[in-house]
């Protein structure tokens, strides 16, 4: 009685963690397109120690 309920919640995990990495895509994506975006401080040409790209 345990491995179906098993299978039904792997299953479930994996479908939602599949829709958040679309999502996450697609909006990294949309951000890429912008042209007013901000530069990670990994970029080789911001300064390392501003506040990071994801940080309002």
């Known amino acids: 009685?345990?491995?179906p309920l098993l299978f039904?919640?792997?299953g479930v995990?994996?479908?939602l963690?599949?829709?958040?990495?679309i999502?996450?895509?697609?909006?990294t994506e949309?951000?890429?397109e912008t042209g007013d975006a901000p530069k990670?401080?990994?970029?080789?040409d911001k300064d390392s120690r501003g506040?990071?790209?994801d940080v309002k």
């Open 8 to 10: 039904i919640l792997a």
């Open 23 to 27: 999502w996450s895509k697609r909006a």
């Open 40 to 44: 990670s401080t990994l970029a080789p």
């Open 17 to 21: 963690v599949i829709g958040f990495a």
């Open 51 to 53: 506040k990071p790209a």
């Open 1 to 3: 009685m345990e491995m």
């Open 30 to 32: 949309k951000r890429m």
């Open 13 to 15: 995990t994996f479908l």
